[in-house]
C-alpha cells in the first residue's frame, strides 16, 4: 500500500530515458504566442494581464535595479504555476514534486542573489547577519544563528513546495481510492466522498497557484535585501 502510494512521484522511465524533460517542456506549447495583430485574443489577453498583475505586485517594494530580475522571476511564476497544475491532471507527472528540481531552483536562484548582493553592497548585505542594536556578548552567537538562517532559505524554498504538493497529491488519492472501494458497498456515502474529493482538487488547485507565487514572492523578498 505505501508503495502504490508514492509510486505517482517516481519519475517516468521509458527505455532507459527519464521522461522529466517532456513533462517540463510539453506544457510551455499550450501556451498562446504573442501576434503582431492590433487586438489579441481572449486568452492571449488574459496571459498578458495575470503577469503584468503578478509582477507589478513582486517588484512593487523592490528599488528599480532590481527590475532587471522582472523577466526572470515572471518566467519562474509561470514555470512553477504550470508544473504545479498540469500535475492535477490524469495521468501526468508533477516535476515540482520531486526534491531535486525544487532545490535545483532555489539553491541557484538564492545564490545569485547573494552573490549579487556580496558584489553590489557588500557592507549592507553582511549587516543583515547582525541585528543593529545587539549586544556585544551577543554577537559571536547572533551572526552564527543569521548564518544559518541564511543558509536555511533555499532549503526551505524547496521543501515548502515540495511538501505542499505532495501532501495534496497524497489526500487527492487517498480519498479517491476511498471513494471507489465504497462506491459499491456504500453508496450514498461514496457520493459524499466524491464532493469531498471534488473540493479537494479545487483546493489543491489554489494552492499549486498560491505555492508558485509564494516560492517567487520570497525570491523577491531575497533580492530587496540585496539590491
Known sequence: MTLSLFDQFLSPVVCWIPLVAIAITLPWILFPSPTTRWLNNRSLTSQNWFLSQATSQIFLPINPPGHKWALLLSSLLIFLATMNTAGLLPYTFTPTSQLSINMGLAGALW????????????????????????????????VIIE??????????????????????????????TATLAMLTIMPVTAIFTGILLFLLALLEAAVALIQAYVFVLLLSLYLQENV
Open 111 to 142: 545564490m545569485g542573489v547573494v552573490i549579487l548582493g556580496m558584489r553590489t553592497q557588500p557592507t549592507h548585505s553582511l549587516g543583515h547577519l547582525l541585528p543593529e542594536g545587539a549586544p556585544a556578548l551577543l554577537t559571536p552567537i547572533l
Open 147 to 176: 548564518t544559518i538562517s541564511l543558509f536555511i532559505r533555499p532549503i526551505a524554498l524547496g521543501v515548502r513546495l515540495t511538501a505542499n504538493l505532495t501532501a495534496g497529491h497524497l489526500l487527492i488519492q487517498l480519498t479517491s
